[in-house]
């Protein structure tokens, strides 16, 4: 019987206990093993549920219970949850999460302490929330040498842009109605901004590549505020949907990194992804590409990730430490992407990008991002 215990018990800790709960049966099949929640951290009570006798607000309740082998972050934001996770990977507990905050700028101090205290430090539902994206980089593709990846890391925006296309409305009008249906927070702006792709594509990029990467590596960081419908119906006449998307490439020692409104060919898997739904382009030396796609938030879909690693944690099948190579980041305009101008609907290379935007007084293109699948 393995025990474990939940930091948080919002939306993502609940669907732990819903996903552990509703298939015990399944996981101790496949793994031999029960898995039992016996602690739960929550400064708030929940006299009605099922668990509500096994919460606690005090962290050494877990700290200090020599059953407990593996623990859930759930919590989100990056204080307390880092320290929280910091004091349990010392006292020899594995710690899953689903905080991409943390993992973006603590992952690489996390992992390396983890290795030196012989537990584990797994993030899968940090990136891809529902999606494996992780596992598969670190394992299945552990024979190549990844050379991209990239892909529609956020759904709110994913679905703000699909209702721009798809019914011609209003950056303004999409954002509210994600917002009535629980798509947006009530403050959008980590996602509309950029900002949460961004810190998804540092935590993808930086197993990919085999390097540490930060937020100030991506050298630009554009959300899709600016975007008309008038722009996303003209792309789509030309065969392109206009998707927000994280961007890695490395080649040889040096890498670059971008997020921002791009044109994306229908003719791509990332190209007809619509709504909520999230997608990941990963591109090995040897395999090719290979496409990941499914729902990218949500409780349960994020739980079930979260479960996933808390039965790698356990198992001890986990990769326990990175090599950290050295790479030099490139600025975004560095590569050699096509360029899109909605004002006067061409497609120009990046070295008449002054000439032409001064011609037409604008500001505005798109980077259209070639996917090989």
């Keep these: 019987m393995a025990k474990i215990a939940i930091l948080g018990f919002g939306v993502v800790g609940q669907g732990v206990y819903e996903v552990l709960n509703t298939n015990s049966r399944l996981i101790t099949a496949r793994t031999g093993e029960e898995f039992i929640i016996k ?43 880092y320290e929280f996770s910091l004091a349990l990977i010392r006292a020899g507990k594995s710690v899953v999460t689903s905080n991409k905050a943390v993992v973006e700028k603590h992952g690489k101090e996390l992992c390396a302490e983890a290795a030196k205290h012989g537990v584990a430090y797994l993030y899968e539902a940090s990136a891809g929330g529902g999606i494996p994206v992780i596992h598969p980089i670190l394992h299945c593709l552990a024979g190549n040498d990844i050379q991209k990846v990239c892909g529609i890391l956020n759904g709110t925006t994913n679905y703000i842009l699909t209702k721009m296309r798809d019914e011609g409305l209003s950056f303004d009008t999409a954002l509210k109605q994600a917002q ?59 065969g392109y949907a206009v998707k927000l998307i994280g961007f890695g490439e490395k080649t040889g020692d040096t890498a670059r990194l971008f997020v ?9 898997v990332l190209g007809i992804t619509d709504d909520v739904i999230n997608a990941v382009s990963v591109y090995g030396d040897c395999v090719g590409g290979v496409t990941f796609r499914g729902r990218g938030a949500g409780g349960k879909a994020t739980a079930s990730a979260v479960v996933s690693d808390i039965l790698e944690a356990h198992s001890g099948k986990y990769v326990k430490e990175y090599k950290n190579e050295k790479v030099s980041f490139l600025n975004v305009n ?4 096509m360029l899109y101008i909605p004002e006067t609907d061409e497609f120009i290379q990046p070295d008449t990008l002054e000439n032409q935007l001064k011609a037409v007084g604008s500001k505005k293109y798109y980077r259209v991002v070639e996917i090989a699948e």
Excluded: W
């Design 334 to 337: 560095e590569g050699k992407d």
């Design 180 to 238: 009535a249906l629980g798509y947006a927070e009530a403050d959008p702006t980590a996602d509309v901004s950029g900002a949460d792709a961004a810190r998804k594509i540092c935590i993808l990029a930086s197993l990919a590549f085999n390097t540490h990467i930060a937020l100030e590596n991506v050298s630009v960081m554009q959300g899709i505020e600016d975007v008309t419908e008038e722009d996303v119906i003209k792309a789509e006449k030309r």
């Design 260 to 268: 921002a409104p791009c044109l994306v060919s229908k003719k791509t």
């Design 39 to 81: 602690r739960i951290l929550d400064k708030r009570v929940f006299p009605n549920h099922p668990l509500g006798d096994r919460v606690t607000a005090d962290l050494n309740d877990i700290l200090n219970d020599t059953e407990i082998s593996v623990v859930a972050e759930t919590m989100g934001g990056t204080s307390p949850a």
